[in-house]
């Protein structure tokens, strides 16, 4: 089932990007002298929110990195979830918690299903309770 019935858009800035190359760092700036602190995989999906010389501010691992815009494919028409409340990330509806989320971050999301929201979390699919959210559109 497609997430509907929303006129709310992402903020500014904020696109929903998709890993083009196998795989591609993460920096804790933006700029090839910066310190790496993850890499991300072709396919995984974030959501970016800044842009710097190039490179592209996306929410990894519970803190923001910077990764080379052109490791990137902008997703467009999106469909996101922002978080009006804490939640946590979980392997299936009700499953094992994955992670936490704050209020505020903001997901790119594919499927709803009873009450449940799948979302990219951490470089793989999560679900969420839909409650904690609110629909977005990414331009």
């Known amino acids: 089932m497609r ?3 929303s006129s709310d858009t992402a903020p500014p800035g904020t696109t929903a990007q998709e890993v083009a190359p196998a795989t591609a760092v ?29 490179w ?9 990195g910077w990764v080379w815009g052109g490791s990137l494919r902008r997703r467009t028409s999106g469909i996101g979830r922002r ?32 009450g449940w929201v799948r979302i990219w979390y951490r470089g793989g699919s999560s679900w969420t309770p839909e409650s904690a ?3 977005l559109y990414f331009p």
């Not at 993460?26 to 190039?54: E, S």
């Not at 592209?56 to 923001?64: G, P, T, V």
């Not at 939640?87 to 009873?114: H, I, K």
């Open 83 to 114: 978080y009006v409340s804490d939640a946590t990330a979980r392997t299936a509806p009700g499953g094992s918690a994955v992670g936490p989320v704050t209020r505020g971050e903001v997901f790119v999301a594919d499927l709803r299903q009873n």
């Open 133 to 135: 959210t609110e629909v």
């Open 26 to 54: 993460v920096r804790d700036g933006p700029g090839w002298g910066n310190a790496i602190f993850g890499t991300v995989m072709q396919g995984q999906i974030y959501v970016a929110n800044a842009d710097n010389a190039g």
């Open 3 to 5: 997430l509907v019935n």
């Open 56 to 64: 592209l501010r996306i929410f990894y691992d519970q803190r923001s």
